[in-house]
Nanobody
Framework: QVQLVESGGGLVQPGGSLRLSCAAS????????VGWFRQAPGKEREFVAA????????YYADSVKGRFTISRDNAKNMAYLQMGSLKPEDTAVYYC????????????????WGQGTQVTVSS
């Protein structure tokens, strides 16, 4: 079983940047695809970005394409989400998740989840 812990969230002004980190333990993260999802109050959890186990393929929601970048460092058992040009509508709890396979943008494809980190974009 993989344990995931997110960090790096916080309060940022519109147009600012943040880098979220996802630290894995108990099993190598390299065995899994990694996804980032977010959930705003009163809304369903939604797909943000995903990366294949090797890092060779990445996928993004249209709403973040060109602004966010997902990456991973399997040697460090880490995954990252670099967020730029942040907008108030990016405000949400962001979750890191690990998948053994399945459709990358579907919540149920992910087997393990972190506890989430709050990102608030506000002036």
């Amino acid at each position: 079983q993989v344990q995931l812990v997110e960090s790096g969230g916080g309060l940022v002004q519109p147009g600012g940047s943040l880098r979220l980190s996802c630290a894995a333990s108990r099993r190598p993260l390299s065995s899994y695809a990694v996804g980032w999802f977010r959930q705003a109050p009163g809304k369903e959890r939604e797909f943000v970005a995903a990366i294949s186990w090797s890092g060779g393929s990445t996928y993004y929601a249209d709403s973040v394409k060109g602004r966010f970048t997902i990456s991973r460092d399997n040697a460090k058992n880490m995954a990252y989400l670099q967020m730029g040009s942040l907008k108030p509508e990016d405000t949400a709890v962001y979750y890191c998740a690990a998948s053994r396979g399945g459709t990358y943008y579907i919540v149920s494809s992910y087997d393990y989840w972190g506890q989430g980190t709050q990102v608030t974009v506000s002036s």
